[in-house]
Nanobody
């Protein structure tokens, strides 16, 4: 079982930056186990469906981003701390949403499809004012 806890959200003006963090834990979720799972960030804006934002594979060598955030957001991971980060620069009002960290059920499986992610955090609110 995996627990994911996001933090770092808040209110920021357009053009500003935020860094979201996601802490992974679990009775058997060691640093090694963490290293075998793809990690992803998703978001849900008011009145909209949840959408993919970014993902990073087990080694960190492969990342994917939604077209809407390419060049502005960067996903990274710290294996020793079992943390995943989303650095968000050049924020726009349309980035306003609840941001979620997630991981698939199976290890060594790379995906960006929300329906293939099994474990989710509770989310952190990001609000960008114009």
């Amino acid at each position: 079982q995996v627990q994911l806890v996001e933090s770092g959200g808040g209110l920021v003006q357009a053009g500003g930056s935020l860094r979201l963090s996601c802490a992974a834990s679990g009775r058997t979720f060691s640093a090694y186990t963490f290293s075998t799972y793809t990690m992803g960030w998703f978001r849900r804006a008011p009145g909209k469906e949840r959408e993919f934002v970014a993902a990073i594979n087990t080694s960190g060598a492969r990342t994917n981003y939604a077209d809407s955030v390419k060049g502005r957001f960067t996903i990274s991971r710290d294996y020793a701390k079992k943390m995943v980060y989303l650095q968000m620069n050049g924020l726009k009002p349309e980035d306003t949403a609840v941001y979620y960290c997630a991981t698939p059920r199976d290890s060594y499986y790379y995906t960006i499809r929300p329906d293939e992610f099994e474990y989710w955090g509770q989310g952190t609110q990001v609000t960008v004012s114009s």
